[in-house]
């Protein structure tokens, strides 16, 4: 049997693994193949005889005697002429497609589902996103100044070109944007902040490259980043990067917005980014913060992708995605990957399933005044959900100040 192995690279930033081979594939996994979700299904292995003997579907084929057949009962009266998930018409845009846009439609009346794959390239990819970013923008009604954290990446270098055709339609000061990206090696490579340069200057907007020095001058601290999170890393471990690097963002932004007299920050969030948070939010309990605008405390923080995929932003900067990937570090944080897992499986039988249930919490939190509120933590300017646990939070709060000494004096407000 063909291995396909041999031609495929399943990459990780942990390196390369392999693929499972054909014949190692389960029933379960066969269904999942062919679109159709594992649990609706009983196997049953058929001797022939007229008996039937329930077996589980995390068997292969080649554990069940070859001199029996193998029966995938479906365990609803589903209506399978109405849903037909394995039919997906292929719709050739261009000659090199880069992407595929999934436009899905079940349960029609008529029994004529319609289930396509649109390929496109980066440049309709490109045209898509940038005009829903620019949308977003115009219809939120967002006055300038405002900063935007941009990284290098795919996501992020989406939001400058939607930016900056959100000015060139509305005749607005592409010089009242600024975009700023941080440098710290290894976390946020000097190589991203070249790509985002390019990228802002091309676009007419400011950039602004914050070393650590420029970031510990800009926020007050007493001492250099590289220090806090070498004490950070030895006291949460080094799968802390992520939220270490969140937490800087959002710091920086806010603490330009102040300096720009700008009350939006633009960040580059996209789809499984904000739908992974809602899932832990509402997995523990908890009421999810609001998206695609979400005010922390003076800024309101903007989301213009919270809808897009990540791989269709991706598909917009294909070269410069790829070197982002490259430069990243691995992380073995198991809750962080679990949660992301989870978000990418919500589409991965039913592409917009994650769509529609953002959409409609949005449109119920909306209408209950249901949102999560974030409230300062004392006189700094942290924020919380109020669901910390106080030793733990007070001890973090305590590190944090030991490099921030102006926090202990400062007044509630953010800075």
């Avoid at 090696?185 to 190589?191: A, G, H, I, K, T």
């Avoid at 007419?204 to 020095?213: A, K, N, Q, S, T």
Wanted: proline content about 7%; aromatic content about 8%.
């Amino acid at each position: 049997m063909h291995d396909w192995n041999e031609r495929v690279t399943l990459l990780f930033s942990a390196g390369a693994r392999p693929l499972k081979p054909a014949q190692e594939l389960t029933l379960a996994e066969l269904l999942l193949a062919n679109r159709f979700p594992p649990s609706l299904f009983q196997a049953y292995a058929v001797p022939g005889d007229g008996s039937l003997k329930p077996i589980p579907t995390t068997l292969t084929p080649g554990q069940v005697p070859e001199d029996h057949t193998i029966l995938l009962q479906c365990m609803r009266n589903t209506d399978i002429d109405a849903l037909r998930p394995t039919e997906v018409a292929t719709v050739h845009h261009v000659e090199e497609p880069t992407t595929a846009l999934l436009d899905l439609h079940y349960a029609d009346d008529d029994k004529s589902p319609e289930h396509r794959a649109h390929l496109v390239d980066d440049a309709a990819m490109r045209e898509i996103v940038f005009g829903k970013i620019a949308d977003f923008l115009a219809h939120h009604e967002i006055p300038l100044p405002v900063v935007a954290g941009i990284s290098g990446g795919g996501d992020s270098s989406s939001l400058v070109q939607g930016m900056r055709r959100y000015t060139a339609e509305h005749g607005l000061d592409p010089s009242a944007i600024t975009c700023f990206t941080l440098v710290m090696e290894p976390l946020w490579p000097e190589s991203a902040a070249q790509r985002a340069r390019a990228l802002c200057a091309d676009a007419g907007f400011e950039h602004v490259v914050l070393y650590p020095e420029d970031t510990a001058a800009l926020l007050g601290m007493s001492g250099s980043p590289h220090t806090l999170w070498g004490e950070f890393e030895r006291k949460y471990g080094a799968d802390s990067s992520h939220f270490f690097g969140t937490f800087f963002v959002n710091l920086v932004g806010r603490a330009l917005c102040a300096e720009r007299a700008a009350g939006h920050l633009l960040v580059g969030y996209q789809r499984e980014d904000v739908m992974a948070e809602l899932l832990f939010l509402l997995m523990n309990g908890r009421r999810p913060l609001p998206f695609p605008r979400r005010r922390t405390g003076e800024v309101e923080v903007l989301m213009p992708v919270w809808d897009v995929p990540k791989s269709l932003l991706d598909a917009c900067y294909p070269s410069v995605s790829e070197s982002n990937y490259a430069e990243r570090v691995d992380s073995t944080a198991v809750r962080r990957s679990s949660i992301y897992y989870l978000a990418h499986c919500l589409d991965a039988l039913v592409p917009q399933m994650s769509l529609s249930l953002m959409s409609g919490i949005k449109s119920l939190m909306d209408a209950t005044g249901g949102w999560q509120e974030l409230s300062h933590v004392g006189a700094t300017p942290l924020l919380q959900t109020g669901h910390g646990n106080t030793p733990e939070q007070s001890t973090m709060v305590e590190l944090l100040m030991e490099h921030f000494p102006h926090w202990d004096s400062a007044a509630s407000a953010p800075q």
